[in-house]
Nanobody, 115 residues
Framework: QVQLVESGGGLVQAGGSLRLSCAAS????????MAWYRQAPGKQRDVVAG???????NYADSVKGRFTTSRGYVKNTVYLQMDSLKPEDTAVYYC?????????WGKGILVTVSS
C-alpha cells in the first residue's frame, strides 16, 4: 500500500504562485509515474501534469508554460510549481501514483485563486 499526502495549497491572488508537494510513503516499489489532477466544483477530475520515473513530463494544454512538475530532492516526493495562476485554476488538486501496477490517490488539497 502507498499513501499519498498533498500539501502547499491555499489562497492566492491571480498572477501569483503556489507550489504543491506530494509525499509518498508505505510499501513502495518504484513509483513508475506520478501525476497531478484537479477537480473544480461541478466538473470532472482532469489531469494537469505527469512525470515518469525517468523524468519525462507532460502537461494539459491549459497549464503549459505556467505549471512545472518535478520529482523532489526528498525521495518519493513530487512537486507542482504553479505560476501565473488564474481564477480558473481554482480546484481541489489530487496526487496520483502508479506503483507496481496499482494506482493510488491522495485525498486532495484546495487551491483557490482570487481575481
Amino acid at each position: 500500500q502507498v499513501q499519498l499526502v498533498e500539501s502547499g495549497g491555499g489562497l492566492v491572488q491571480a498572477g501569483g504562485s503556489l507550489r504543491l508537494s506530494c509525499a509518498a510513503s508505505g510499501t513502495i516499489f518504484s513509483l513508475e509515474t506520478m501525476a497531478w489532477y484537479r477537480q473544480a466544483p461541478g466538473k470532472q477530475r482532469d489531469v494537469v501534469a505527469g512525470i515518469g520515473k525517468g523524468g519525462s513530463e507532460n502537461y494539459a494544454d491549459s497549464v503549459k508554460g505556467r505549471f512545472t512538475t518535478s520529482r523532489g530532492y526528498v525521495k518519493n516526493t513530487v512537486y507542482l510549481q504553479m505560476d501565473s495562476l488564474k481564477p480558473e485554476d481554482t480546484a481541489v488538486y489530487y496526487c496520483k501514483a502508479t506503483d507496481g501496477g496499482m494506482i493510488y490517490w491522495g485525498k486532495g488539497i484546495l487551491v483557490t485563486v482570487s481575481s
